[in-house]
């Protein structure tokens, strides 16, 4: 079992940066993580991922240049620096923790484990 919390969410002004957190816990070695957001009335999407070792990382096109995800194994903590933020950013972020990369790193039916997700809130 992997355990999951999110924090670091909150309101910030179009153009501003957030940093936000997923503390986990249980048995986290060699978990892939991800996040993804899901607005009100929209589907989940995925945002960002990142392999045990750090080495290699996964973003959406929507995301790209702005987000940088990274983790500390030390830790067992995995961040999502949000640079350029724009209101249509706005949305829940969730931390996500699957056993391996592939296939489709991009798609949370295969994320096992979900935090309860931190809300980020981009005004105009």
């Known amino acids: 079992q992997v355990q999951l919390v999110e924090s670091g969410g909150g309101l910030v002004q179009a153009g501003g940066s957030l940093r936000i957190s997923c503390a986990a816990s249980?048995?986290?070695?060699?978990?892939?993580m991800g996040w993804f957001r899901q607005a009100p009335g929209q589907e989940r999407e995925f945002v960002a991922s990142?392999?045990?070792?750090?080495?290699?990382?996964y973003y959406a096109d929507s995301v790209k240049g702005r987000f940088t995800i990274s983790r500390d194994n030390a830790k067992n903590m995995v961040y999502l620096q949000m640079n350029s933020l724009k209101p249509e950013d706005t949305a829940v972020y969730y931390c996500?923790?699957?056993?391996?990369?592939?296939?489709?790193?991009?798609?949370?039916?295969?994320?096992?484990?979900w935090g309860q997700g931190t809300q980020v809130t981009v005004s105009s």
């Open positions: 996500a923790a699957r056993p391996d990369t592939t296939p489709e790193y991009y798609s949370g039916r295969y994320y096992y484990y």
């Open positions: 249980g048995r986290t070695f060699s978990q892939h």
């Open positions: 990142i392999n045990w070792s750090g080495g290699n990382t």
